[in-house]
C-alpha cells in the first residue's frame, strides 16, 4: 500500500498541524478525487484544526459546501415534487443512500455529494410509478434493449430514469442485490423497523431502519466492482458507525441479527474488519467478538484483503502501485461476478462488447463534451 | 510565497525542463495553476503569452494541475490527437494536436469556471480605465472579445476577456489578464489596429473556427492584484455598416440578462442573487451597437472621463 495521505488524515487529523504547502497540496488533489473536500473541512473542524489549514485550501472547502448546499436545495424540491406523484397513486416508497441521510439529517450528509435519488418499491409497484413518472417527463436513460432487458430480468432495479426539464436522476430499486442472485436478499426482513424521517415539516420520506442502513451502506460497497470512491464509502460506514452506536441502544447486537436473518455476516464482517485494519477504529467487544468468529467463515480471506487492501484507499495518480492495478482487476471481475452467475455474465459481457465495439464505428458526436463550449446551464 | 520570479527570465530550456517534467506553476490572478506537458506548441505559447506571469514554485499552494497530453495507443501516431487533465480528471474528447495550447486555455477556464464559487462569474470580458472597470457581457460573435482587444490595445487595463470573476464578499472585481481569445478575421482586425500587439500561434479548424490568442499587456498582467470597481455594463454587438447607437437598459431587463450570462448564478442561490442586486444597483447598463473602431472607441474614453 502506498502512502495516502488523505487516508492518514482521517486516521490522524493532527497531523495536518504540521503540514508543508507541498503536503497541503498533495492533500487537496487526493481528497477532491475522493470527493471527500467537504469530509476532511468536517473532520478538522471536529478537531479544532481549522486555523491550520491555509487560506486557499480554505476556498476549496467553501466551493464543494456551495455545491453541496447548491444539491440539498435541489434534492428538496425534488423529493416534494415526488412525494406528491406517490400520495396520489398510493405508493409508499423507502428512500435510500443520500437522500436518506439527508432525510434523516445524520452527519454524514453534510459532507457528502450523490447523483441520484435513490427509492426502494415493492415490485408490484413499478409497473405503475414508471407510467406516473414518464407521464411527468422523466425518460429511461438506457435507450438500447439490451440494457433495458438486462436490467429488468437480472438486475434489482430498472435503468435510471432522469427528468427532461430538471436534469434529476431517479433509480427505482425493488431490492438492494441483483435478483439473478443465488444469495438474494429477503427485502422485507431488511424493511422491518423502516420509519418516516423529517427534514423539515415540508421535506419527509420514509428511510430504513438504522441497521438496515447501515448494512444497505456496507452490503453496497463490498459487492461494488468499481471503487473510484471506495475510501469515502468506507469513510461513510465509519461515520454513521459512530453516529449510530452512541443513539441506538444494542446496535452492534441489532447489525448481527439482521446481517444473519438476511444471510449478510459477510457484509457486516468486511465493514468492521476494514474499519478496524484500515482505519484503526477500536470496535466494541460484540463486533470484535463477531469478526474474529466469522473470519474462520470467509473464503478466500487473504485474496479480499489483497483486494481491499488496496480499492479501500485513496485513489489518486500519486498513490499507483502495480498492486494497486492488479487489485482493481480483480474487484471488478468479483464485482461481477457476485452480480451475476457466469453463464449470465459472459453473454452479457460479450453483447455489451459487440455494443461498445459498433458504437465506436458509429461517428455519433457526443453532445457538450468539447472543451471550447463553456457550458452556461440553463436558468429555471 | 518565494521570490518573485517572472517568466520571460527563464530560458525556454528551463520552461521546457519544468512543463516536462513536474510542472510549470504559474499565478494567474487568484490562482494558482501546475501546468505539464511535453508538447513543444504549448512550451512556445506559454513562453510567449504569459511572459509577465509570476512564475511560483512547487512549495507554494497550487489550485489545479492540468496536463496537455496524447493518448496511449495507436492514437499517438495516426492523425495525432491530446487530451486534457485536470489532475486525473479528463472531462473533454480530445482535439487534433494542432489545437493544444487552445485546449489548454479552454481547459484552464474550465477549472476556473467548475470551482471559483467564491465569485460570481460572468461570461464577459472585463475593461478599466481612470479606476471605472466596465463589463462586457456578450454571447459568442458578439465581437465581445475584439471589442475588448481593441481597448486592450489602446491603454485600457485588461480585467479578463472570457469571464468577469465578481467577488461575493465585497463585489470587487477580480482580475485574471489572461490572454484574449480572438477568432477569425478579427485576428487580422487586431493585427493592423496594432503592429506591436504580440499574438500566439494562429490554429485553424478549431470548434470556434481560426483562433489565435493575444498577450495580456505587460501592465495589465503588473496591476492583476489589484481589484476593479464595476463601473457600467455594456452589452455590445457589431453589425457591419451601421452608425454606433446606445441604448440605456433598464434594472430589471439588465438583472435577466446578466443572470443569463452566468455560469454560476444558479448555484450560488442567494448569495447570486445579491451579487446581482448590488451590481444592478451600483452600475448603469447599455446595449451598444456599433461597427466602426474609431467611433466606438471613443465612446468609451467619453464614458468613463
Redesign the interface.
Known amino acids: 500500500m502506498l502512502h495516502s495521505i488523505l487516508l492518514s488524515v482521517l486516521i490522524k487529523p493532527n497531523s495536518v498541524s504540521t503540514f508543508t504547502h507541498a503536503q497541503w497540496n498533495l492533500l487537496l488533489r487526493q481528497a477532491s478525487t475522493a470527493k471527500m473536500l467537504t469530509r476532511i473541512e468536517h473532520l478538522l473542524t471536529e478537531h479544532k484544526l481549522l486555523d491550520k489549514v491555509p487560506a486557499k485550501v480554505q476556498s476549496h472547502f467553501y466551493r464543494e459546501n456551495v455545491k453541496i448546499s447548491h444539491l440539498h436545495t435541489q434534492v428538496k424540491q425534488e423529493i416534494q415534487i415526488l412525494n406528491q406523484l406517490f400520495k396520489k397513486n398510493n405508493i409508499n416508497p423507502i428512500y435510500l443512500k443520500g437522500t436518506a441521510y439527508f432525510l434523516t439529517d445524520l452527519p454524514l450528509a453534510k459532507s457528502r455529494t450523490f447523483g441520484d435519488i435513490d427509492i426502494l418499491l415493492n415490485q408490484e409497484d413499478i409497473a405503475k410509478i414508471e407510467i406516473v413518472l414518464k407521464c411527468q417527463g422523466w425518460i429511461s436513460q438506457k435507450s438500447d434493449d439490451h440494457d433495458q432487458e438486462y436490467y429488468r430480468n437480472f438486475m434489482h432495479e430498472i435503468p435510471p430514469m432522469q427528468n427532461m426539464a430538471r436534469g434529476t436522476i431517479i433509480d427505482i430499486h425493488h431490492n438492494i442485490l441483483p435478483i439473478c442472485n443465488k444469495n438474494t436478499i429477503n427485502i422485507e426482513l431488511l424493511k422491518l423497523n423502516a420509519f418516516t424521517a423529517v427534514q423539515d415539516s415540508n421535506v419527509k420520506g420514509n428511510v430504513l431502519a438504522p441497521e438496515a442502513m447501515f448494512l444497505h451502506s456496507a452490503i453496497h460497497l463490498f459487492h461494488e466492482g468499481e471503487f473510484e470512491q471506495g475510501l469515502r464509502g468506507l469513510s461513510d460506514l465509519d461515520i454513521l458507525f459512530q453516529h449510530f452506536d452512541q443513539k441506538e441502544e444494542n446496535f452492534s447486537q441489532k447489525l448481527i441479527q439482521l446481517a444473519e436473518k438476511i444471510n449478510q455476516g459477510q457484509s457486516l464482517y468486511f465493514a468492521w474488519h476494514y474499519l478496524n485494519k484500515i482505519f484503526e477504529r477500536k470496535l466494541p467487544k460484540l463486533a470484535t467478538h463477531f469478526v474474529k468468529d466469522f473470519k474462520k467463515k470467509v473464503k478466500l480471506a487473504s485474496l479480499h484483503d489483497f483486494i481491499f487492501f488496496n480499492m479501500l484507499i485513496s485513489h489518486h495518480s500519486s498513490t499507483k502501485t502495480w498492486s494497486f492495478v492488479l487489485a482493481s482487476h480483480l474487484a471488478y471481475w468479483r464485482g461481477h461476478l457476485l452480480r451475476m452467475p457466469l453463464y449470465l455474465l459472459i453473454p452479457h459481457l460479450l453483447k455489451k462488447a459487440t455494443i461498445t465495439i459498433g458504437e465506436s464505428f458509429s461517428k455519433k458526436p457526443k453532445v457538450s463534451k468539447l472543451a471550447a463550449d463553456l457550458v452556461i446551464p440553463p436558468q429555471e | 510565497m518565494s521570490h518573485k520570479n517572472i517568466l520571460k527570465h527563464l530560458s525556454r530550456q528551463e520552461i521546457d525542463h519544468q512543463l516536462n517534467h513536474q510542472g510549470l506553476v504559474l499565478s494567474i490572478g487568484p490562482f494558482?495553476f501546475c501546468i505539464q506537458s511535453n508538447e513543444s506548441s504549448i512550451a512556445k505559447n506559454v513562453q510567449r503569452i504569459y511572459c509577465d506571469f509570476q512564475v511560483l514554485t512547487?512549495?507554494?499552494?497550487?489550485?489545479f494541475?492540468v496536463t496537455i497530453k496524447r493518448p496511449s495507443g495507436m492514437r499517438r501516431f495516426i492523425r495525432p490527437q491530446i487530451n486534457?487533465y485536470c489532475?486525473?480528471?479528463c472531462?473533454?474528447?480530445p482535439?487534433p494536436v494542432s489545437q493544444a495550447f487552445?485546449?489548454l486555455e479552454?481547459?484552464m477556464?474550465?477549472c476556473i469556471?467548475q470551482?471559483?464559487?467564491?465569485y460570481l462569474l460572468l461570461?464577459s470580458a472585463v475593461v478599466e480605465k481612470n479606476g471605472k472597470s466596465i463589463i462586457l457581457p456578450a454571447e459568442s460573435g458578439s465581437g465581445k472579445s475584439t471589442l475588448c482587444a481593441l481597448l486592450a490595445q489602446s491603454g485600457w487595463r485588461l480585467l479578463s476577456d472570457?469571464m468577469a470573476l465578481i467577488d461575493n464578499k465585497d463585489f470587487h472585481l477580480q482580475a485574471l489578464a489572461r490572454p484574449v481569445s480572438l477568432k477569425n478575421e478579427s485576428i487580422r482586425v487586431i493585427n493592423q489596429f496594432d503592429k506591436h500587439s504580440v499574438m500566439g500561434e494562429v490554429v485553424d479548424d478549431?470548434?470556434?473556427g481560426t483562433i489565435s490568442h493575444l498577450k495580456p499587456t505587460t501592465e495589465s498582467v503588473r496591476k492583476m492584484k489589484i481589484k476593479g470597481n464595476a463601473f457600467a455594463f455594456v452589452f455590445p454587438l457589431y453589425q457591419k455598416e451601421t452608425s454606433l447607437t446606445v441604448e440605456p437598459i433598464g434594472k430589471a431587463d439588465a438583472f435577466m440578462r446578466i443572470?443569463?450570462?452566468?455560469?454560476n448564478?444558479?448555484?450560488?442561490?442567494e448569495?447570486g442573487f445579491n451579487s446581482v442586486d448590488y451590481l444592478v444597483n451600483h452600475t448603469t447598463a447599455y446595449g451598444l451597437t456599433y461597427s466602426d473602431t474609431e467611433d466606438v472607441l471613443a465612446y468609451f474614453e467619453q464614458l468613463v472621463k
Do not use: C, M, Q
Open positions: 494558482v512547487h512549495d507554494d499552494l497550487i489550485d494541475y486534457f489532475d486525473d480528471h472531462p473533454f474528447l482535439l487552445p485546449l479552454w481547459g477556464n474550465w469556471v470551482h471559483a464559487h467564491r461570461h472570457e478549431t470548434a470556434k443572470i443569463k450570462n452566468s455560469f448564478y444558479s448555484i450560488l442561490g448569495t
